[in-house]
């Protein structure tokens, strides 16, 4: 009986199965599309590290060194399974020709070198995650290229510097799990062991990285201590195997924790949603629920016909909402395939998705039990005599008067006393149109600040209008002049500021002396926005990145010690910054001591007012031949490219689901209160109110909660949602980061597109008003 009843009303309430249906389909396809990209990241990136066989350890080295010298070392250390040197040739980008190009990297912000492929480990892969041996003639390319560039196999890549020259085709794209993200602006090109020889000779321009794999990952803060304490090459960072987890996660790692809180939020909507369902279903079968309940149905047979029901469609809906993040998971997974690859299907893959899918079907049907308890308060003989669930929703008082109304429009004043008067009853439709004007201004309001030239203060780097490099190097220090004495003549140049980074040893929070990169110039021309304190100005005051001051437990005020010369000097914090490079962990002072090894030069110039900074930066790059020149734009964007085209298409879709469900809800609400005030309504005709005048009034209460509801929506992007993505990026070394508004998106387009959607969605579900006749009820 109760399958022959369930038939029945399927087809009898076609519109509200499928309205149910797609709720619960969104809610189980965002929580499987989430947990998916989750799955496969952490897959993918494991995937990637065991094929490649990534060191736990890597010092680079600018200069000379002794490889006799690091194999009696790591003899007598007892750390290391397996160490190799591997030597870099390092090339200025605008030696190279894509295709015959030679323009393209002229503003790169990318060190390049060319290296052969490794023999033991760290080994760089194709496309396919194989290790990739080119033939004679052949490169491999790192994909970024490939994605920035639009460049194929059979490509061709010219290299000209100096008198050397030489061509070769492009046989496939590398990963690279050192060096593989944008963010990471290094980048290693791939030749055949004949054809590396014969470029090193020819360019002479080497640097090394020192690379190790520890017998016991667990002694890695140990061997790095030891390390640092030796006497061997450290002329450049050290960097170890969770900086590079970290760095090839951070990019896609932040989308998915982005995409994980908008599923949250929608699959709160879609719940409440489903309640509206329930309840609007239930009013219109009141009459009949009331006849089974008199024929002498048992109440617990009655609610099995209704659970039956929502049982079936939720399930139909998760199993299809299951499907369809399987189905459509290559554009949230695009850059994790590009970048890490695909990685064989494991336990995680198969059992997360539709363990989280299960989750919603559970809740939905713990929604639906709730929801149908209150049929144990149902009084049967009512039900049949009015067919409605209760009252009439009559407001019975005195407060707003009708008849103290002077100006207002009567539908008007009707509609805002209704509202005022009751508003509870509009409660769940209020924080459904709040929920998603926050979810579609957070991704809309992080996008934005991604793309904001402001951003620049979150990557440890003063605003300033051009910024350039230069690399360790042979002459790097006279280049560094040179540099400098032609920017002091140059008429567009306003303000120049010369930094110098290179290693010192401080004693680190554990109590032995350890290795920091430390910045030094003069801080105060191109100043951070610090997150707290204020910037090193005197010689004996330091600056700390976040992540930097939480590792050596610093704050504000606290002393570090610094060793130089055999001398030990002490240096007060004064200022925390935020910084996403690096890894986060770097230091700013303006020393006046010499440091042990110098790394990169870096100038932040500032030009006059009206001068052109794009032609400029072009002009100082063909100027300073091997100096890397870039304007803050495009440091940007080379840097930040593909999050902000994910995160442009994830806005577009929190966009898309949010106003969905807002036109569904108040389809749906606007039919619960129709079917139950047929009454009143009926009452209101026979006063002689027109069907425009009551529609108007209905549409005055929906469209008032909308504004309601997107005035907190915008109220809670930019408090909680603030909190919520500075809570995110303080993993990542930028707990203080603020979003960017762009006031006319924020406050007037979205708002506009949800506002129109919500009211003409209003005006069509209000035609069931003509349905209604005078006696109250609704003709079909």
Known sequence: MVLHILKKDLRRNKGIGAVLFIFILLSAFLAAAGSNMIASLAGSLDNLFEKARVPHFVQMHAGSLDENQITSWMAAGGFAEEYQVVRMVSLDGTSLGFNGRYDGEENSIMDISFVKQNTGFDF?????????????????????????????????????????????TIAGFIRDAQMNPAMVHSKRFVLNDRDFETLSREIPEYEYLIEVRLWDTNRLAEFQAAYQESSLPKNGPAVDYTLFRMINALNDGLIAA????????????????????????????????????????????????????????SAAACIAGCAAAFAVKEPFTANIMVYLGAAPVTLLNTLLPPGLVLCVFAMVVFCSWLVLRRFNTLSAVEAIRSGTAGKTGTVRTKILALRKNRHTPVPLFLGLRDLVLRFGSFGLLFFVFAAASFVILVPVNFLNTIRSPSFIRYMGMGKSDIHIDIRQGSDTGERFGEVIESLRLDPDAALISPHVTGTFRILGGDGTAESINIETGDFTVFPLEYFAGKPPVEGDEIALSYLRAEELDKTIGDTLTLFHGGAEYTLTVTGIYQDITNGGRTAKAPLRLPPENTLWYTVSLGLKPGADIGGKALELSRRFPGVRVTNLDSYLSQTLGSTIGQLRLLAGLAFFISAALSVLITSLFLKMIIAKESSRIGILKSLGFSETAVKFEYAVKAVAVLILGIVLGTVFSNTAGQGLVAAAWSLMGAPGIRLVINPVQAYILCPLALLAAVSATAAISLRRIRTVTIRGSVSE
Do not use: H, W
């Open 124 to 168: 760089l892969l194709d496309t396919g995650n194989d290790v990739f041996r080119p033939a004679t003639g052949e490169i491999g390319v790192p994909v970024y290229y490939m994605e920035r560039d639009g460049l194929k196999i059979g490509d061709t890549l010219a290299v000209t510097q100096g008198r050397f020259s030489a061509e070769y």
């Open 258 to 313: 982005v995409i994980i809180l908008v599923s949250l939020l929608l699959n709160i909507i879609a719940i409440l949603c489903l309640r509206f369902v329930m309840i609007a279903a239930i009013e219109e079968d009141y009459r009949e629920i009331g006849v089974m309940k008199a024929i002498g149905l048992k109440l617990r047979d009655i609610k099995r016909i209704y659970l039956a029901k929502y049982v079936c469609i």
